[in-house]
């Protein structure tokens, strides 16, 4: 059976559409509140306290998306983004320097257990403490000086960019540069680029569904006849873009600012708009 995607609303404004874990855990972690209203079609509201669909158990599923292609692409996307969290893209190797480093920990940890354990027999508590001390010092030394060799590791949730990296799904160009670049009718279907540099870029006709183009800079870019069905373009600077003939049927658009940007037969459907609202029809978004 698909798995049905909800529609979150709080305070007004729209997200999603969200599969149901992803739903369970943002109230577990309070990003949701029981009172939010949740909706399959984005017209029936109802709060989540009061839908009985996340107790702690569910009397029947909720009935199936009317557009099962459009929800499998969607949970392939969550699931690339959970992957993401985990700080290593797919293919990544450990460095031997890593995993050295690893290795040297391990080595003290049990070493530092074994004194530990030995003292114990023999010694008085404070000393435990003080031999569990000075290894825990030694330990933090050595890291150190196994550190100096290696380049600054960047703490991000993100799956590690590579901007020479050929256009793939899953890929990720996330903070690179690429102004000015000719990529029309090309491929670049769930691909990763937030906050990636795109001004002036020439994407006609281009596939861009799908992706994550979350604070991305497409400033003056072509995207006439673009497919940007459930791409993430939220926080994006269209300013004066060409997204003449473009298809943005469930694309997320929230905070995304189109000063200037052309719009002339854009395609929407189910489509969130800057301000929040859920759009069927053009008109009723602009």
């Excluded at 599923?61 to 690339?80: I, L, V």
Aim: proline share 4%; glycine share 10%; charged share 25%.
């Amino acid at each position: 059976m698909v798995q049905p995607l909800w529609y979150v609303r709080k305070a007004g404004l729209v997200s999603g559409p969200f599969p149901s874990p992803q739903i369970s855990e943002g109230l577990r972690l309070g990003e949701i509140k029981p009172r939010d209203e949740i909706s399959l079609d984005g017209l029936q509201w109802e709060a989540i306290q009061d839908s009985g669909q996340f107790g702690k158990r569910s009397p029947e599923a909720p009935p199936e998306t009317d557009d099962a292609t459009w929800t499998a692409e969607r949970e392939k996307a969550r699931q690339r983004w959970e992957s993401s969290l985990d700080g290593v893209g797919e293919g990544a190797e450990i460095s031997p320097m890593e995993r050295a480093r690893r290795e040297a920990l391990r080595e003290a940890h049990d070493t530092t257990r074994s004194l530990v354990q030995a003292q114990a027999r023999q010694r008085p508590s404070w000393a435990i403490a003080a031999v569990a001390l000075l290894v825990v010092v030694l330990i933090g030394v050595f890291v150190w000086i196994l550190g100096q060799d290696k380049p600054t590791i960047s703490a991000s949730i993100s799956k590690v960019a590579s901007c020479e990296a050929p256009l793939g799904e899953g890929v990720s160009w996330s903070g690179c540069n690429k102004s000015g670049l000719t990529l029309d009718g090309q491929d670049l279907h769930g691909m990763l680029m937030q906050r990636t540099r795109l001004d002036g870029a020439s994407l006609t006709g281009a596939d861009l569904s799908y992706a994550d183009l979350t604070r991305a800079s497409l400033r003056g870019a072509n995207l006439r006849q673009a497919r940007l069905m459930g791409t993430m373009l939220e926080g994006a600077d269209l300013t004066g873009a060409d997204l003449s003939g473009a298809d943005v049927s469930y694309a997320s658009l929230i905070g995304a600012n189109l000063e200037g940007a052309r719009l002339d037969g854009v395609v929407a459907g189910k489509t969130v708009w800057v301000d929040g609202r859920l759009c069927d029809q053009m008109d009723a978004c602009r």
